[in-house]
């Protein structure tokens, strides 16, 4: 279609709404800012596929796009239509407020973090009259910043979620952001050892949803509701009342769907709360109720509730029927052998604890559960001072780990395994192999959210027993951006201070 055609049936399409709105610009100016959104929209989520490579030009033209509507439907001018009940400003509003997120999400993608959380904030204050823009921004806020680690900004955000929304809109419809809010306040007070807060806002909490549960009835948000109140209560110590919540959810008919999770997940609370038999109850509920899906995490409950009211055979039988009854289900069969071998060690049967770590290490190579128990088999000997069988045992595993790298490409098999065998390494006093290793994969995944104490103990080892100065600072420094310990970072911290006249 020729340019002046396209032309002439926009002034049609223009026309027409016109008329359609009565004379009032109102329904033209929300096409405008809703057709302007979705450009925005395109435009940021073709950079958000691959930031890296996004270049300067394309930046530019994404922010111009959500600058044109901003710019053309200012967010004042539109509040006060709103205010003024002008039918069709709401959605403008909206629209104009899904550009501006836009336009700070492009801030985020560009790693200029300060930049994102002010668009993010007066995203936040100059929406207020489309308060789901509005707390979508002050949301995305808090996630930015907890994200990057400013942990007491995050959580001043999160409150302030906590204190100026809503927790359900007008039509009655519940906001999960607001219910979350207090919980990760609560979190994160706990963290910082503010007990009495934590007790507060964990009360407050509880109120909240308590208050919100009768008119949820039969509605879907009821059970999401039960398992905050659940969340609440125990984080309290209040078990009982947790349990209760969770029966109020596995109870409403809204629940139905959810009803194997809450069974499963008020066997666990039972067995760390109330007592195993309640435990074995519920586990049985799961593995018996609700067919094929849920019926191995329901056996790997029913072994710890057996195991919990000792009787550690009952419980090792368990297991091994679910390894014997679905042997593709390879998460179950490694949960099931790896407790199995804790059980049988704890028990003071270690041939059979072997067999068990060395079968799973088999069936499921790369799992988590199978690089530990290797590493549990050497240090077994190691400690027993078995040197010979505990070298044997590592020779073993770290050439089967390494061909379990040298055929498999994916980062996270590349980064489990590579901080396994760096691990064992240490573990067999081969220093600097395993420092090497650590700095080896450092170089190759520079993000990798590695152990900080295995590096802060590898840089040890390097420093006092390689005497390698460079390789020691470069492990040191990589503990001390990923410890979360602030014992770990200030011992961490130290040694770095202590190395900085050091020879380079």
Not at 170 to 178: C, F, I, N, P
């Amino acid at each position: 279609m020729s340019a002046p055609r396209l032309r002439h049936l926009a002034a049609l399409v223009a026309l027409a709404l016109l008329l359609v709105g009565c004379g009032d610009d109102g329904l033209w100016a929300r096409w405008s800012a809703e057709r302007g959104a979705w450009r925005a929209r395109r435009a940021v989520e073709r950079i958000a596929l691959n930031p890296d490579v996004a270049s300067d030009r394309d930046g530019a033209a994404a922010a111009a796009a959500c600058s044109v509507v901003t710019g053309r439907f200012p967010a004042a001018d539109w509040s006060a239509r709103l205010a003024a009940g002008s039918p069709h400003a709401a959605g403008v509003l909206e629209a104009a407020g899904r550009a501006a997120m836009l336009r700070a999400r492009l801030e985020d993608l560009r790693g200029r973090t300060d930049e994102a959380a002010a668009a993010y904030e007066a995203v936040r204050i100059g929406f207020r009259g489309a308060e789901t823009v509005s707390l979508a921004a002050a949301v995305e806020r808090a996630r930015l910043l907890e994200r990057v680690g400013r942990a007491d900004e995050a959580e001043a955000a999160w409150a302030l979620i906590a204190r100026e929304y809503a927790a359900a809109d007008a039509r009655g419809t519940v906001r999960d952001a607001v219910l979350d809010a207090p919980l990760y306040v609560a979190r994160a007070r706990r963290a910082g050892g503010d007990e009495a807060g934590v007790d507060s806002v964990l009360r407050a909490a509880e109120r909240l949803y308590e208050g919100l549960l009768a008119g949820q009835r039969g509605r879907p948000a009821f059970p999401r509701l039960c398992l905050r109140l659940d969340e609440a209560r125990r984080a309290r110590g209040d078990v009982p009342g947790a349990l209760a919540a969770l029966r109020q959810a596995l109870g409403d008919p809204a629940s139905a769907a959810l009803a194997p999770q809450l069974v499963l997940t008020l066997a666990e609370r039972a067995l760390a709360g109330v007592g195993p038999d309640t435990a074995m109850a519920y586990a049985r509920w799961a593995a018996e109720g609700f067919g094929p899906g849920p019926r191995p995490a329901g056996l790997l409950l029913l072994a710890r509730a057996w195991h919990a009211s000792g009787r550690p055979d009952s419980a090792l039988r368990v297991y091994e029927q679910l390894v014997e009854e679905d042997p593709e289900d390879l998460e179950a069969i490694a949960r099931a052998r790896y407790e199995r071998a804790r059980l049988l060690d704890a028990l003071g049967r270690w041939d059979l604890a072997r067999g068990e770590y060395h079968a799973l290490a088999s069936a499921a190579p790369g799992h988590p559960l199978a690089l530990d128990g290797q590493v549990r088999v050497v240090r077994h000997h190691l400690e027993r001072g078995e040197r010979e069988l505990g070298l044997a045992e590592a020779g073993h595993a770290l050439r089967a780990m390494e061909e379990l790298l040298a055929g498999h490409e994916d980062d996270s098999t590349q980064v489990r395994v590579g901080e396994t065998r760096a691990l064992l390494l240490l573990e067999t006093g081969d220093v600097r192999r395993a420092g090497g290793a650590l700095a080896a994969l450092l170089q190759r995944y520079p993000e990798a959210p590695l152990d900080a104490a295995l590096l802060a103990r590898a840089a040890e080892a390097v420093e006092t027993g390689a005497k390698d100065a460079e390789l020691a600072r470069e492990l040191y420094r990589a503990a001390e951006w990923r410890a979360v310990d602030a014992e770990l970072r200030d011992r961490v911290g130290r040694a770095l201070e202590r190395r900085a006249d050091a020879p380079r």
